[in-house]
């Protein structure tokens, strides 16, 4: 499926054509989600990139319509004392793909080239360390029969400094500044070096990185979804045509009149 022209221009995109163009392309995730199903495939999609790089409203777009059985979200928090304790991609591993199953990481094991690194929640000794085993890690996860796809979420300095602004003042956003926020932007270049590390390090042939534009919200979910598509080549599967079946009457009876005193939601609205 191509976009319409409109969403090609590279402007701003207007809202009822952004709708018609998700909608086009959550369709399509429907039919991927089939297919995977019913050839048992194995896929992780990891989103990383800056504080406020859209991954969340990246991910809820492509994950909104599809089952949460197939499409799995893994958004881990902080490690415990036992899981510091642990070979590091111990805890991401337990999360891998089952057949029929695409999980999506938001974050992942690159929080050791990441985060970790830059504010210091790891030696240098084991941040090179990660860098050196990642890619054989890699390609012993592909070698087994998953499918890889990294997506960077590429933000500018100055769109990055207006959503937290609008984190502040807003009480529907202030939930999204977490403790790492503030210094990530004044630890800007740190984070760029840290970036370029990374990808130098990790963007290898059998699980290469992506970078995707984000300053535009709207077109990078459009965007990353059609990606996605892309990535995985897909069929639509046949599926018989479902007939809703008739009531039951044999057994009938006034089912409302029982729940006459019961306590009700008061209807506010």
Not at 202 to 216: F, Q, Y
Not at 232 to 257: C, F, G, H, S, T
Request: net charge positive; aromatic share 8%; proline share 4%.
């Amino acid at each position: 499926m191509k976009p319409d022209n409109e969403s090609t221009n590279g402007g701003k995109l207007k809202r009822k054509q952004y709708e018609k163009e998700l909608r086009k392309l959550q369709a399509e995730l429907c039919l991927l989600q089939e297919w995977v199903k019913h050839k048992g495939l194995r896929a992780i999609v990891i989103f990383e990139g800056r504080d406020a790089a859209g991954k969340g409203g990246v991910i809820k777009a492509i994950t909104e319509r599809v089952s949460p059985r197939t499409f799995r979200l893994v958004a881990l928090p902080a490690p415990s004392d036992r899981e510091k304790s642990q070979m590091y991609m111990q805890r991401y591993m337990a999360h891998f793909p089952a057949a029929g199953e695409i999980v999506i990481f938001d974050r992942s094991w690159y929080n050791r080239a990441g985060v970790e690194h830059v504010m210091g929640f790891c030696t240098k000794e084991q941040h090179k360390r990660f860098l050196e085993l990642c890619p054989e890690i890699e390609k012993y996860i592909v070698e087994g029969g998953i499918q890889l796809i990294k997506i960077w979420l590429e933000v500018s300095d100055e769109e990055q400094k207006a959503r937290f602004e609008a984190r502040i003042d807003d009480p529907l956003r202030q939930w999204k500044l977490s403790p790492m926020d503030l210094p990530s932007r004044s630890r800007w270049y740190d984070y760029s070096r840290a970036r370029d590390l990374m990808l130098d390090a990790t963007d290898t042939e059998h699980a290469p990185w992506h970078i995707m534009r984000s300053d535009n919200k709207k077109r990078a979910r459009l965007n990353c979804i059609r990606h996605i598509l892309d990535a995985i080549p897909y069929k639509k599967v046949d599926r018989e045509k479902v007939r809703l079946p008739k009531r039951d009457m044999e057994n009938a009876y006034d089912d409302q009149a029982t729940l006459e005193g019961r306590k009700f939601v008061r209807e506010a609205y």
